[in-house]
């Protein structure tokens, strides 16, 4: 089975900083891309930021130039820097990675979210 496993959510005053990791591990024959997402009540889950394999990023405009993403793909780890939180970031985020099984079938993996609340 694969899966995503996350850390680095809490709680943490407006300006403040957190890291958030996630790690994935089964049986996988490629990732291509990982990422992160966040989803508040009522509202769609919506794209943080992501990141290939080959190191292209791409991140929400809400979040560019606070937020920082990379990826070490021997570890099939991928991570977000949260700087400068502000309290609209509070929202439970989700880890995401795309790739591919042993029989070259498309897979997405979610991790099990992980809740950020920034204090004002």
């Known amino acids: 089975q694969v899966q995503l496993v996350e850390s680095g959510g809490g709680l943490v005053q407006a300006g403040g900083s957190l890291r958030l990791s996630c790690a994935a591990s089964?049986?996988?024959?490629?990732?291509?891309?990982m990422g992160w997402y966040r989803q508040t009540p009522g509202k769609q889950r919506a794209l943080v930021a992501r990141?290939?394999?080959?190191?292209?990023?791409n991140y929400a405009d809400s979040v560019k130039g606070r937020f920082i993403i990379s990826r070490d793909n021997a570890k099939n780890t991928v991570y977000l820097q949260m700087n400068s939180l502000k309290p609209e970031d509070t929202a439970v985020y989700y880890c995401?990675?795309?790739?591919?099984?042993?029989?070259?079938?498309?897979?997405?993996?979610w991790g099990q979210g992980t809740l950020v609340t920034v204090s004002s």
């Open positions: 995401n990675a795309e790739g591919r099984d042993y029989e070259i079938r498309y897979l997405e993996v």
């Open positions: 089964g049986s996988i024959f490629s990732i291509n891309v």
């Open positions: 990141i290939t394999n080959g190191g292209s990023t």
